[in-house]
Antibody, heavy 122, light 107 residues
Framework: EVQLLESGGGLVQPGGSLRLSCAAS????????MSWVRQTPGKGLEWVSS????????YYADSVKGRFTISRDNSKNALYLQLDSLRAEDTAEYYC???????????????WGQGTLVTVSS | EIVMTQSPATLSVSPGERATLSCRAS??????LAWYQQKPGQAPRLLIY???TRATGIPARFSGSGSGTDFTLTISSLQSEDFAVYHC?????????FGQGTKVEIK
């Protein structure tokens, strides 16, 4: 059974940083692209970033480009999202999600973790 | 980016009745469309991909149709566990984008 377990969310001040982690199990982690998707009550679901199975290709939403960094450690079956220069509008539930292919192209989200809440506020 | 518009925002349906949800893309997305179900306090769950292919374990009462810009999710006979929010998502163009969701509530 595929399992994705996020951690690392919390309350942070504007301009601060957080590192989200996602522990994966139940599948061959390195064979699949992975993504982060966030959700707010006002804006709904928003794709944030994706990374190919080998970690060599990454994609970012314009809203986070230059501030967030996606990475993965296939030896640990782990996905990460480094969040820097955080803004109030980054407040959201952040989900990691498994994509259907190794390549991070034409992606939809096959399985989702339970989410981790990031709150940016002073 | 491609804007996905779902209608209606809320759909009131009695158990056992059919529900029809719509999703429209601002540009052609071919058949690169997915549907997700989300219950309160839970993560979304993939229902349909490729506009009409059910994901693993999804009951046959869920069906998807359409291509290009207009898509439909049909739930043939609503069960109590189907009352939820449904999201569509296109993955034909970067960035992948979601609709704002349709809430299916008990009538």
């Amino acid at each position: 059974e595929v399992q994705l377990l996020e951690s690392g969310g919390g309350l942070v001040q504007p301009g601060g940083s957080l590192r989200l982690s996602c522990a994966a199990s139940g599948f061959t982690f390195s064979s699949y692209a992975m993504s982060w998707v966030r959700q707010t009550p006002g804006k709904g679901l928003e794709w944030v970033s994706s990374i190919s199975g080998g970690g060599d290709t990454t994609y970012y939403a314009d809203s986070v480009k230059g501030r967030f960094t996606i990475s993965r450690d296939n030896s640990k079956n782990a996905l990460y999202l480094q969040l820097d220069s955080l803004r109030a509008e980054d407040t959201a539930e952040y989900y990691c999600a498994k994509n259907p292919l190794m390549q991070a192209s034409h992606i939809y989200f096959v399985c989702w973790g339970q989410g981790t809440l990031v709150t940016v506020s002073s | 980016e491609i804007v996905m518009t779902q209608s209606p925002a809320t759909l009131s349906v009695s158990p056992g009745e059919r529900a029809t949800l719509s999703c429209r893309a601002s540009q052609n997305v071919n058949s690169n469309l997915a549907w997700y179900q989300q219950k309160p306090g839970q993560a979304p769950r993939l229902l349909i991909y490729g506009a009409s292919t059910r994901a693993t374990g999804i009951p046959a009462r869920f069906s998807g149709s359409g291509s290009g810009t207009d898509f439909t999710l049909t739930i043939s006979s609503l069960q109590s566990e189907d009352f939820a929010v449904y999201h569509c998502q296109q993955y034909n163009n970067w960035p992948p984008t979601f609709g704002q969701g349709t809430k299916v509530e008990i009538k």
